[in-house]
Structures are given as C-alpha cells and as structure tokens.
C-alpha cells in the first residue's frame, strides 16, 4: 500500500533563516506531487505541484521553491522565511486522475 | 468567485444522528471531480469520498454519501449513525479537468458531535 511520509512535524524558525521540508511517497511510481499551505482556520492553497522528476509548476508567487530530485521525494525550501511564511504545509500525492492523498503535515512556526 | 462555497463555519450533531454538511461549486468544465477531505485536529487531511461529474449516482462510502445535485451545483456531505470520533473539520474540494489540476478547496466546516 501507498503511504507518504513529511518531516519534520513541526518547525520553529526565526525570520531570515531557511526551510526544508521533505516529503517522500512509497508504494507507487511516477506519481503527481503536490505542496498545499493551509493557514490557520483557513482551507488549503496549492503551492507547486509535480508531474515528473525536474517538473515544477507554481501556482502562487512567493520566496518559496520546490524542487523533485527523485521520483518520489518532494521538497519545499525557502532561503528567506517571512513571518508570514507560518502555517501548516501538507504534501500530497495523486495518480492521475485519481484522489490526492495527503502526509501527516508539517506546522511551520516563522518567529 | 469562489469556486467551493462552504457556507456553515460550524455544525452541531447529537450522536447517532445524520448530519448534512453543504458544498456548492462554480465551474464551467465539464469535466470534474469533487472531493470531501476530514481534518481531525492532528491536521492530516483524510479523503473521504469522491464524486465525478459524469457518475450517473451518489457516492456512498459506508457512513459517508455525496448528495449531488448537478443542476443546481452542489455537492453534499452527509454523514449518517455520527460518531463522536467524527467531531473534525470538513472540506469540500473540487478538480477541474482531468489533468495534473489542483484542488480547490472550500474554507470548510467544524463539525462538532454532542454525546
């Protein structure tokens, strides 16, 4: 069975410092990856999304960037965090046109 | 405008009652699909049930069915025998198309259930 990993849980990080968060899927191949954030009481926004190792396309303008240097790892990184940067981040996968299965999260505290 | 509508911040259901829980969508594709997601307070997203646009039924998933109402756009969450491990958030989601598509989702509903 699929099952998909983020890390780390949770994150305090000072503004100015850079992020990394990693999220990997196991148990299927080629999949769709997916960056969401979801601020507080809010639904979630999709950051960038995958096709293919190499293949980013973002759908929202900010100091964040992704990248996919293997087929089933995601990655999310900033050089600079903002305050505003703070929420809960949600990798997800899909086979297309299938459902998007979403990781545990990772909550990002920007101090 | 917003594509997902989720107009109830909050909803209160006695247990073993049915609760609905409403969804409208705005599209001109003809082709999508709509989602309902469940967020428990450890925040992971857990899908619950889909509906495509071209499914000729509702969606049923043990406790779970879609009320789909294609005419007038809506896409009901309801929630028969409510537990009190079903007290959550709750998102409607929709993808458009049938490509790599986001979803977009509704601001969702605090489902609160009452021993």
């Known amino acids: 069975s699929q099952t998909i990993h983020q890390w780390p849980a949770t994150l305090v990080q000072p503004v100015g410092s850079p992020l990394s968060l990693e999220c990997t899927v196991e148990?299927?191949?080629?999949?769709?990856l997916y960056w969401y954030r979801q601020a507080a009481g809010r639904g979630l926004q999709l950051l960038f999304y995958s096709v293919g190792i190499g293949q980013i396309s973002s759908e929202v303008p900010q100091n964040l960037s992704a990248s996919r240097p293997q087929d089933r790892q995601f990655i999310l990184s900033s050089k600079k965090l903002l305050l505003s940067d703070s929420g809960f981040y949600l990798c997800a996968w899909s086979v297309l046109p299938d459902t998007q299965y979403f990781g545990p999260g990772t909550r990002l505290t920007v101090l | 405008a917003q594509k997902i509508t989720q107009t109830q911040p909050g909803m209160f259901v006695q247990e073993k009652e049915a609760v609905t829980l409403d969804c409208t969508y705005d599209?001109?594709?003809?082709?999508?699909?709509l989602f309902w997601y469940k967020q428990p307070s450890s925040g992971e997203m857990i899908f619950l049930i889909y509906q495509g646009s071209y499914d000729q039924q509702n969606a049923t998933e043990g406790r779970y069915s879609l009320n789909f109402q294609k005419a007038r756009k809506s896409a009901n969450l309801v929630i028969s025998a409510s537990q009190l491990g079903d007290s959550a958030m709750y998102f409607c989601?929709?993808?458009?198309?049938?490509?790599?598509?986001?979803?977009?989702f509704g601001t969702g509903t605090r489902l609160t259930v009452i021993p």
């Open positions: 148990g299927t191949s080629n999949p769709n």
């Open positions: 989601a929709m993808r458009e198309g049938t490509g790599a598509n986001n979803l977009f």
């Open positions: 599209t001109s594709d003809p082709s999508y699909g």
